[in-house]
């Protein structure tokens, strides 16, 4: 097993604390796919992947249509991906990826959060040698499958992590490699039941439960706002 499948073990990924976040973090990533690909999800990839992780997540159809349709109003016009990077408490790396029309708010707030919570806002790019971008599927096994022969097969696309997780097959890559893989995933009647881009820390930082509770409330303050779509960090 490789460092994806350690850090996806160790990071024990949570659940966002109710429904009305996740279909705000989904409709948010519909309508970001949908404004940059256009509107049809035959002639979009992205926007199939995050139509296909609101089904996962039993988003409302009305709710997956009406971010859609949010891609063409003319308010849209300044809606942008915005990262930002700092430290938190005992020195633990964390980006903060958000989708915002209104960055000097956004900015505003985390660094409120960092502040408040022993933490320090950096500037753009400081972290980027210490986390590497990935794109993950999550893809529901076939009766069958060898998971050897599917790396190897795979490997030409851009695959470079491959495991078995419960009933599902995880596999990443580069997030750059995402649209041949998902072409390949389609192609041979594999069910993507959910698609993310990550990063994943080269190294992660051991710390000790107390100190991680510290970490982890910045971190939990973070996710509630409802300009943050995603936070990263490097917590062992």
Same mark, same amino acid.
């Given at each position: 097993?490789?460092?994806?499948?350690?850090?996806?073990?160790?990071?024990?990924?949570?659940?966002?604390?109710?429904? !009305?976040?996740?279909?705000?973090?989904?409709? &948010?990533?519909?309508?970001?796919?949908?404004?940059?690909?256009?509107? +049809?999800?035959?002639?979009?990839?992205?926007?199939?992947?995050?139509?296909?992780?609101?089904?996962?997540?039993?988003?409302? &159809?009305?709710?997956?249509?009406? !971010?859609?349709?949010? !891609?063409?109003?003319? +308010?849209?016009? +300044?809606?942008?991906?915005?990262?930002? =990077?700092?430290?938190?408490? $005992?020195?633990?790396?964390?980006?903060?990826?958000?989708?915002?029309?209104?960055?000097?708010?956004?900015?505003?707030?985390?660094?409120?959060?960092?502040? &408040?919570?022993?933490?320090?806002?950096?500037?753009?790019?400081?972290?980027?040698?210490?986390?590497?971008?990935? #794109?993950?599927?999550?893809? %529901?096994?076939? =009766?069958?499958? +060898?998971? %050897? *022969?599917? %790396?190897?097969?795979?490997?030409?696309?851009?695959?470079?992590?491959?495991?078995?997780?419960?009933?599902?097959?995880?596999?990443?890559?580069?997030?750059?490699?995402?649209?041949?893989?998902?072409?390949?995933? %389609?192609?041979? /009647?594999?069910?993507?039941?959910?698609?993310?881009? *990550?990063?994943?820390?080269?190294? #992660?930082?051991?710390?000790?439960?107390?100190?991680? &509770?510290?970490?982890?409330?910045?971190? *939990?303050?973070? =996710?509630? /706002?409802?300009?943050?779509?995603?936070?990263? $960090?490097?917590?062992?």
């Amino acid at each position: 097993m490789g460092r994806a499948f350690e850090y996806r073990k160790a990071r024990k990924l949570k659940r966002w604390g109710n429904m !009305a976040r996740v279909f705000t973090r989904i409709g &948010k990533e519909i309508t970001l796919a949908a404004k940059a690909g256009g509107p +049809d999800p035959n002639n979009n990839p992205r926007l199939r992947l995050a139509i296909q992780n609101a089904k996962a997540e039993n988003m409302p &159809k009305e709710n997956v249509e009406r !971010a859609i349709k949010k !891609a063409t109003d003319k +308010d849209m016009k +300044d809606y942008k991906e915005v990262v930002y =990077e700092g430290k938190g408490p $005992h020195g633990i790396a964390i980006v903060v990826e958000t989708a915002t029309d209104n960055p000097t708010r956004t900015v505003a707030n985390v660094r409120s959060y960092f502040t &408040k919570y022993g933490g320090s806002l950096g500037t753009t790019g400081m972290l980027d040698f210490m986390f590497d971008r990935k #794109c993950s599927f999550q893809v %529901e096994t076939k =009766e069958g499958i +060898d998971l %050897e *022969e599917l %790396e190897l097969e795979l490997i030409d696309y851009g695959v470079e992590e491959i495991f078995q997780e419960d009933e599902s097959i995880m596999l990443f890559a580069e997030f750059s490699n995402f649209g041949p893989i998902q072409k390949y995933l %389609e192609e041979n /009647d594999f069910n993507i039941k959910s698609f993310r881009f *990550e990063r994943i820390p080269n190294e #992660c930082k051991s710390i000790t439960e107390e100190q991680q &509770k510290d970490v982890d409330k910045l971190i *939990e303050r973070l =996710e509630e /706002d409802e300009d943050v779509t995603n936070v990263f $960090h490097n917590m062992g």
